[in-house]
Structures are given as C-alpha cells and as structure tokens.
C-alpha cells in the first residue's frame, strides 16, 4: 500500500496502485475536457441514478441544483460527502419526502455517534432551552439525539 494525495478534495488515501483520485466521486465526469465538478455537483452525481442525463437537460438540471443546495444548507456539505446513498435515486427531492427525512434523521446521528458523545453534548449545550427540557441522567444519547 501507498499514499497518495486526492487530486480532486486533497485528501490522503491508501491505494496498492497509482491513483488520482480518492473515491469515484472526487473523478471529474469526463477527464477529457478537464472539467472539475463542484460539490453540488458532486453530491448530485453521487446520490442520483442518471446523472449525465440530467447535465444535459438544463431545467432538470438547476431543479436538482436548487434540492442539493437546499440540502446542503440544512446539513452541511461534509455530511452529504459522509453518507452513503440508500439507493440510487431519480431525484433529490426524495430527501424531502417522509422516509427521506427518516434517512436523513438516522445518519445524522450516526455521523454524530461517529465523533464523540461528548461533542454531540456539547452542541446540544448550546441550546439552553432544549437543554432544560432533558435532564441529562434519564436519557440515552440516542433519545437525546433524535429529539434535537
Ligand atoms: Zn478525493
């Protein structure tokens, strides 16, 4: 195994062989043209099913774009560069629907079980009124967590 550095997001991974890039989404979609996609683009190539399809319908296009940048305000770019994808889907809109949501709730406290119990405290912390509303001694981290 050796390291090398990401081309595209920078990151250091570990590859038996020579590579350019970390993971399929840091690979720009047609390396001829050079053209680098940004994180919306990223995200929408990752989670949709046809993604070149729909670069080439341009109202399509900016209805994806304007679900992603939606979603990545609610939730931070890293997260949607964490999880994975439940399913190929034809549209991010899906993310709004109730099972959508649910997904989204679950691997939100995932990524935060991940990190630390104490950083997902302390968050909460900063919320005083929330705070007040769950004495901290008959709750589980995870009742804690999904009642954010
Ligand atoms: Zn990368």
């Keep these: 195994m050796k390291i090398f550095k990401c081309s595209q997001c920078g990151k250091s991974f570990e590859s038996v062989r020579k590579k350019k890039y970390c993971k399929p989404e840091c690979r720009p979609s ?14 929408i190539e990752k989670f949709l099913k046809s993604p070149k399809k729909l670069w080439s319908d341009k109202k399509q296009m900016m209805k994806e774009l304007s679900f992603c940048k939606l979603l990545v305000k609610k939730y931070g770019k ?28 679950i691997e939100k406290s995932k990524l935060k079980l991940d990190f630390s119990k104490e950083r997902a405290y302390y968050e909460q912390k900063e919320n005083p009124v929330a705070k007040s509303n769950y004495p901290k001694t008959n709750k589980t981290l995870l009742d804690f967590l999904r009642d954010e």
């Design 30 to 43: 047609n390396p001829k043209k050079g053209k680098i996609l940004n994180s919306n683009q990223l995200i």
């Design 78 to 105: 890293n997260f949607w560069f964490k999880i994975k994808p439940p399913f190929k889907m034809i549209s991010l809109s899906w993310f709004f629907s109730i099972n959508g949501r649910k997904f989204l709730q």
